[in-house]
């Protein structure tokens, strides 16, 4: 089992940065394949990014591809999400998730969830 903590959330303008992590307890992170999902108010959790356990397989969303970078370091037990080039659409509350399988991009397929942290991009 991991528990998951994600911080790095908050407001920012159009066109900023910012950096999500996720901190993962448990000596057994580099075992799992994380993933970062998101849920804009009134709309379904989404899938953003998913990275295999080495790195070696990622999986971005359209919506995000070319702006959005995620990333891990197995020794620090961390997952993040480099979040450039912000639109106000990208406003939601971010979670970070594990699945003990390979890469995949349904809400479903992941067994460990965090508490989220809210971002907001203001036009």
């Known amino acids: 089992q991991v528990q998951l903590v994600e911080s790095g959330g908050g407001l920012v303008q159009a066109g900023g940065s910012l950096r999500l992590s996720c901190a993962a307890s448990?000596?057994?992170?580099?075992?799992?394949?994380m993933g970062w999902f998101r849920r804009a108010p009134g709309k379904e959790r989404e899938f953003v990014a998913s990275?295999?356990?080495?790195?070696?397989?990622?999986a971005y969303a359209n919506s995000v591809k070319g702006r959005f970078t995620i990333s891990r370091d197995n020794a620090k037990n961390t997952l993040y999400l480099q979040m450039n080039s912000l639109k106000p659409e990208d406003t939601a509350v971010y979670y970070c998730?594990?699945?003990?399988?390979?890469?995949?991009?349904?809400?479903?397929?992941?067994?460990?969830w965090g508490q989220g942290t809210q971002v907001t991009v203001s036009s």
């Open positions: 998730a594990a699945r003990r399988a390979i890469v995949d991009v349904s809400v479903t397929a992941y067994d460990y």
């Open positions: 448990g000596r057994t992170f580099s075992s799992y394949t």
């Open positions: 990275i295999s356990v080495t790195g070696g397989r990622i």
